[in-house]
T-cell receptor, first 113, second 117 residues
Framework: SQQGEEDPQALSIQEGENATMNCSYK?????LQWYRQNSGRGLVHLIL?????REKHSGRLRVTLDTSKKSSSLLITASRAADTASYFC?????????????FGKGITLSVRP | GAVVSQHPSWVICKSGTSVKIECRSL??????MFWYRQFPKQSLMLMAT?????????EQGVEKDKFLINHASLTLSTLTVTSAHPEDSSFYIC?????????????FGSGTQLSVL
């Protein structure tokens, strides 16, 4: 079963608006990561938040992590048409130096110009 | 960040033929690479973990004789889809970690779209 479950599955917003995407997971994690995928391309790492962190920022991205609720959110502020892509959360288990990431199903974000 | 090159970007082949996909780490050494399969609008499904100099570790339900993985050097892993059939048509992506820096995140190739006729 999926470790990470994002919601909503699809999100359509107007350029300039903020986009909030959520991810829930089931087991304890070492860190949680968000990736972006443009159609027909590989994934690009966006941001990583560790289990002992609650919030992290990178440019227009803001990630929160609530380990008690086993959930994370990704906020993209002042969205642009170029932000249109699929976004995936991925969780890293507690143990294992080279452990496998488990990806969620992804959220399709459409930003209308 | 580290660069992973995947080739080819797309391939069309006849049913019954074999297709080889290459994944190279261009500016770092990757002792481990990961191979994924992705169906349209779905998540990545991990197929196998490729280990340099040893046998790959396959996920449950993935046929190792169907999807041959070779990781002969620290910068190259290959996935060969043997005797491909239309149901093998999919998007295949590789990834690797640069353990020398930013070791926790994955760097992905650009993917290979396989279409089997």
């Amino acid at each position: 079963s999926q470790q990470g479950e994002e919601d909503p599955q699809a999100l359509s917003i107007q350029e300039g608006e903020n986009a909030t995407m959520n991810c829930s997971y089931k087991t304890s994690i070492n860190n949680l990561q968000w990736y972006r995928q443009n159609s027909g391309r590989g994934l690009v790492h966006l941001i990583l938040i560790r289990s002992n962190e609650r919030e992290k920022h990178s440019g227009r991205l803001r990630v929160t992590l609530d380990t008690s609720k086993k959930s994370s959110s990704l906020l993209i502020t002042a969205s642009r048409a170029a932000d249109t892509a699929s976004y995936f959360c991925a969780t890293a288990p507690v143990t294992g130096a080279n452990s496998k990431l488990t990806f969620g199903k992804g959220i399709t974000l459409s930003v209308r110009p | 960040g580290a660069v992973v090159s995947q080739h080819p970007s797309w391939v069309i082949c006849k049913s019954g033929t074999s297709v080889k996909i290459e994944c190279r780490s261009l500016d770092f050494q990757a002792t481990t690479m990961f191979w994924y399969r992705q169906f349209p609008k779905q998540s990545l499904m991990l197929m196998a973990t490729s280990n340099e100099g040893s046998k790959a570790t396959y996920e449950q339900g993935v046929e190792k004789d169907k999807f041959l993985i070779n990781h002969a050097s620290l910068t190259l892993s290959t996935l060969t889809v043997t005797s491909a059939h239309p149901e093998d048509s999919s998007f295949y992506i590789c990834s690797a970690r640069d353990l020398g820096r930013e070791g926790e995140k994955l760097f992905f190739g650009s993917g290979t779209q396989l279409s089997v006729l």
